[in-house]
Every structure is written in C-alpha cells, then in structure tokens.
C-alpha cells in the first residue's frame, strides 16, 4: 500500500506488482539441428513464455556445424591466426538464434536474436579460449521489457577492442549460465540430447544410471575429467552464484537431473560417476639431471605457452641422479608442448623429449571417497584383472584419475562402472 496526498488529504492506495519470472533456456546443437527442430524449440519457448514469463534463449550451432567449420578452415590453413578462428566459428551459433528468431515470430511470439556482443558478454582479450569477465544487460532488459522473446548466440562474447571471441568448445552452457546468473534468472534449463547426467556416458555403457540430483562439486569433476555433457566452466558458474541447473531433454517432457548445492546423504556414495577423456596427450622428459629448479623451468614454459598441465610424475634413477617427467596435458597442445619440452631438455641437458597421443584418461569421481577406505585400490584392482595397464595415476580428495591406452579406454569405463556398482 501506498498513501499519496491529493487535494490536501491523504488518499491510501493498493498498489499490485506482477512479478515476472525470467526463464533462461539453453538448447544444444542437436537440439536445434534441423528446421522441424528449431520450429519445436520455438513452440516450447512461447508456452513457457505465454504462461507470463521473460524468456531468454541461449543456443548453439546447428548438428555439428562448428566441427564442419573448422572442418573448412583446414581446408585453407591448419594454423589459423586465432582471431580470424574466432571470428568463423562464432557464425554458426548466429544462423541457429537468428533461425528461432524467425521461427518464434513465425507463431506470433515476438522475439529478437542478439549476438554475445550484443547481448552484453564482455571476455578476456584471449581468443578460442577466453572467460566470461562481465555480462552489461541494458539491450537483453529493454527487449524484454518490451515483451520479446531473447535469443542469444551461445560460445561467444565481445573483447575491450570489441572483436568476437569465443569461449572454449562446448561453451553455450557457460554462456546460459552466465546469463542466467547476470539476469538473476528464477529457472535455468539445459536442454540436450540425453535426458539427464548418467554415472557414465550412457553412449558407453548402456546400464548408466541417470541421477536425479547431484552437488556442484562432483559435477564440476565429472565434467572436467570429460563427460561432455556440461561445459565445466558452466558449472563452476553456476556454483559461485547458485545457480540451480537441471540438465534435461529436449525432446522429452520428463525431469532430468539437478546440479546443485550437495546434500549430506549423497555422501554415502563412494562413487556417483566414471568419466573418460580422449582429449589427452603424455608428454615425457627422460634424465633430467636431478637439482632444484629444473621442474620449475619446464612448467613455467609451459605456463607462459597458456598451455594447462594435468597430472604430473617423476620417477627418480637413484643411480645416474636423474630423473624421467612425464604430464598430460589437452590432445590440441601436445605438439607444442612437446616443441616447448624439447627446447627444455636441450637447456637442461636431459636426454630428450617425448609425446605420446594414443592415451585416455579414465576418473572416478564422489564426494563419499573422502570417507570410505579402500576406494583406490578397488579401482587398481578391478583395472588389473582385466588386463589394463596403468600408466599415470593422480588423486584429489574426490576423484582418482588413471591414464590408460586410449584403445582400453571404454573397456575401463564399462570394468569401473561394473566394479563400482553404478548401474544398481
Ligand atoms: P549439447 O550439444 O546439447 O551441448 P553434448 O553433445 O555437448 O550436447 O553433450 C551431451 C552428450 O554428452 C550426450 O549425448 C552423452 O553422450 C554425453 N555424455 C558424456 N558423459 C555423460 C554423462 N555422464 N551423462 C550424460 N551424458 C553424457
Ligand atoms: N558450437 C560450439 C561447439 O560446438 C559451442 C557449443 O556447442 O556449446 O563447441
Ligand atoms: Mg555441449
């Protein structure tokens, strides 16, 4: 209630505030990788809409339009300058939002598409890989407010020199949820292909168990360690500004999964998950004279590359006092890290350097390790009786990775998820 004087007296007055809910959806590449399916999104959206919400849309790229990007890129270059990369694999998220645009005004719901720049997505000055640094909303506000449906190109932002830049493959998720956190948004949906997170990749193993809820911090390893089916960067989003996701099907009208803050019962579970990566590479320093500083050397190089190191192993010779290195680091940087390593080794007087691509890093991920013995071994062990060679092995409080032949890699998906009883 509000009292307003008028004519000298005080009049009071009922005042109702509509309060409207802003959705933020995502939609994946398969989820809009045809016309009949980009015309299904859209009926979805203005239902959701018609029921008096602001809806914002964050999409991909059609099917797999930035594979067959880059797919012509090589056709002319293999070593693309990387501002000129962005500036071609960003186009196919703005022919699928500008598509639904169409298709929303097509059954008489306004809508407007926006690019990343347009929507406000400030990144880094990083290009292919840059992070989010800032969302300005004043465009996405106005055309909501002037009751338009928002469609907004995901993977994608605006640098300070205002070129496009995008944020890493796979990065729709984070901008939805980058989005939806700016916006506050009350809901934010992922749709995809599958209906919810599994305990593995139910592509692999078929007896995967969808989740029906699971913590931001088991999440944010799963996805890490390689389960593609969220973008990590969206989900670490999504915990620092608790953001509650639920990762559904975009063809089913089913509940999918909740990834949200972890509740205290989900502990009992030593393992909620199994994730393989193909995307790795091991690159090795043989004899490395053993004094201080020569580690520092090597992964200050490789830092100063931008290259990310994964796992890490020395094994010393206590004979020739000099040491053999190996790390992992992403399939897409192996050959220059390998370069960077060799001109170390050279420095350093080591023997030499050397990469190997054909290797898969399998992980085990659950917040409950943390209380139940014995989690590591059982996986060594059930690694062993089928035969698989273990070639590196890294732990963190919830997870235990091994990086194994990349041949062996689904078999040691299909013996852990057996092991680990995932699929009861
Ligand atoms: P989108 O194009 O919608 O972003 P993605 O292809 O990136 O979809 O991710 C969905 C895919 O992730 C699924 O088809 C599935 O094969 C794969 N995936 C990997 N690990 C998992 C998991 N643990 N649970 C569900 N899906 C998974
Ligand atoms: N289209 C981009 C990719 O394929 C981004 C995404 O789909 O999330 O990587
Ligand atoms: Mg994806």
Redesign the pocket.
Known sequence: MIIVRFAGKFHPFLVYYKYMPTIVHKY????VGTPEKIKNVAAKVKAVRDKGNNVVVIV?AMGHTTDELIDLMHKITTDPDPREYDMLVSTGEQVSAALLAMALQSINCPAVSLTGGQAGVETEDIYRKARIKNIKLDRVKKELKAGKVVVITGFQGIDSKGDIITIGR?G??TSAVAIAAALKADVCDIY???D????????IVPEAKKIKSISYEEMLE?ASLG???LHPRSVECAMVYGIKIHLRSSTKDIEGTYIEEGKKMELKKAVR?V?LDLEVAKVGILQVPDHPGTAAKLFKALADAKINVDMIIQSVHSVSAAADMAFTVNKTDAKKALEITQEIAKELKAEGAVSDTNVAKISIVGTGMISQPGVAARMFSSLSAAGINIEMISTSEIKISCVVKAAEGKKAVAVLHKEFELDK
């Open positions: 994946g590449g398969t989820s991909s796979g729709s998720d995809t292909d599958v919810g997170v599994y305990t593995t990749d139910p592509r799963l389960a593609q089916v998950g994730a």
